[in-house]
């Protein structure tokens, strides 16, 4: 499509600068300026704010988060065959994109924002360590976290595990930690056939905002109890949590030992995590 921003449009930018996308990277860009952009929307009013990016490739969301008013945005990328398309973008904003050549895995992320007030994560997140990132930052040691909100770019499947309750055909480990954390939703999807390379499934933005006051659980025994009772998530919670208590813990929790694991809320969890010796 053509440029909104008075730079040239991403495939042109994507040819001329030879970035066809890496499968070993998760690579898969967005293309269309208006998408990204929404993206961008989705992460609220973002001026005054500093918005951290990863895997931002050719930079389209880049280019609409700086549109959108961000006042800084750090972009990490490690793909080093990008790093000439998002200089481009650099000189396009004076001062307001700082591109960081490197891991998103191997980041400090709170020291790259000290001191900043407003901070959010915005990103089209690579396939290949989405859910590892999100993890990331959901297990900070400080809370309330360095950041205001995550707005993050998944595949449908992982990003219906994120937002999943009690009940619900994907709730698993991943819910009860997003949950237990922080407020989240799907905002929209997006499908295939707006990335390029297309992927073969649909992807869907999520928002979590961290909650400021969690319920308390040491997080070690959080993963303890949801790693044992989705281990074995169609036995009754007496058989599945065996290994670290069964029936003594599920008495001490006041929970049913006839239940299973996908019944139970983010809070119950919480208190067979806080029952665990």
Same mark, same amino acid.
């Given at each position: 499509?053509?440029?909104?921003?008075?730079?040239?449009?991403?495939?042109?930018?994507?040819?001329?600068?030879?970035?066809?996308?890496? &499968?070993?990277?998760?690579?898969? =860009?967005? #293309? $269309? #300026?208006? #998408?990204?952009?929404?993206?961008?929307?989705?992460?609220?009013? /973002?001026?005054?704010?500093?918005?951290?990016?990863?895997?931002?490739?050719?930079?389209? #969301?880049?280019?609409?988060? /700086?549109? %959108? &008013?961000?006042?800084?945005?750090?972009?990490?990328?490690?793909?080093?065959?990008?790093?000439?398309?998002?200089?481009?973008?650099?000189?396009?904003?004076?001062?307001?994109?700082?591109?960081?050549?490197?891991?998103?895995?191997?980041? $400090?992320?709170?020291?790259?924002?000290?001191?900043? $007030?407003?901070?959010?994560? !915005?990103?089209?997140?690579?396939?290949?360590?989405?859910?590892?990132?999100?993890?990331? @930052?959901?297990?900070?040691?400080? @809370?309330?976290?360095?950041?205001?909100?995550?707005?993050?770019?998944?595949?449908?499947?992982?990003?219906?595990? !994120?937002?999943?309750?009690?009940?619900?055909?994907?709730?698993?480990?991943?819910?009860?930690?997003?949950?237990?954390?922080?407020?989240?939703?799907?905002? =929209?999807?997006?499908?295939?056939?707006?990335? @390029?390379?297309?992927?073969?499934?649909?992807?869907?933005?999520? %928002?979590?905002?961290? &909650?400021?006051?969690?319920?308390?659980?040491?997080?070690?025994?959080?993963?303890?109890?949801?790693?044992?009772? =989705?281990?074995?998530?169609?036995?009754?919670?007496?058989?599945?949590? &065996?290994? !670290?208590?069964?029936?003594?813990?599920?008495?001490?929790?006041?929970? $049913?030992?006839?239940?299973?694991?996908?019944?139970?809320?983010?809070?119950?969890? !919480?208190?067979?995590?806080?029952?665990?010796?």
């Amino acid at each position: 499509m053509s440029a909104i921003d008075g730079l040239p449009p991403l495939r042109e930018v994507i040819e001329r600068h030879g970035l066809a996308a890496k &499968k070993s990277l998760g690579q898969n =860009f967005l #293309l $269309d #300026l208006n #998408l990204t952009g929404k993206v961008a929307r989705a992460a609220g009013d /973002l001026s005054g704010a500093t918005v951290i990016e990863v895997g931002p490739g050719p930079g389209g #969301l880049t280019r609409a988060l /700086l549109m %959108h &008013k961000a006042e800084k945005v750090i972009a990490i990328e490690r793909d080093e065959r990008c790093l000439p398309a998002l200089a481009e973008i650099a000189e396009a904003y004076p001062g307001r994109l700082e591109v960081i050549s490197g891991d998103a895995l191997a980041i $400090d992320y709170a020291g790259l924002v000290p001191g900043v $007030d407003d901070v959010r994560i !915005v990103a089209n997140l690579p396939y290949n360590i989405g859910t590892e990132l999100l993890v990331k @930052w959901l297990t900070v040691g400080a @809370w309330p976290p360095f950041y205001r909100s995550l707005t993050l770019m998944f595949q449908k499947e992982v990003a219906e595990r !994120v937002v999943a309750r009690a009940g619900d055909e994907a709730y698993g480990r991943l819910g009860v930690l997003a949950g237990w954390r922080a407020d989240s939703r799907i905002a =929209f999807d997006i499908s295939p056939q707006a990335f @390029w390379p297309p992927p073969k499934v649909t992807s869907s933005v999520v %928002h979590l905002v961290p &909650k400021p006051a969690p319920l308390p659980a040491e997080l070690r025994k959080l993963e303890r109890v949801t790693q044992a009772a =989705f281990g074995q998530r169609r036995k009754m919670l007496r058989q599945s949590l &065996k290994a !670290v208590g069964g029936e003594a813990l599920l008495t001490q929790a006041g929970i $049913d030992g006839t239940r299973r694991a996908e019944t139970l809320s983010v809070e119950e969890f !919480v208190r067979l995590a806080n029952a665990l010796g």
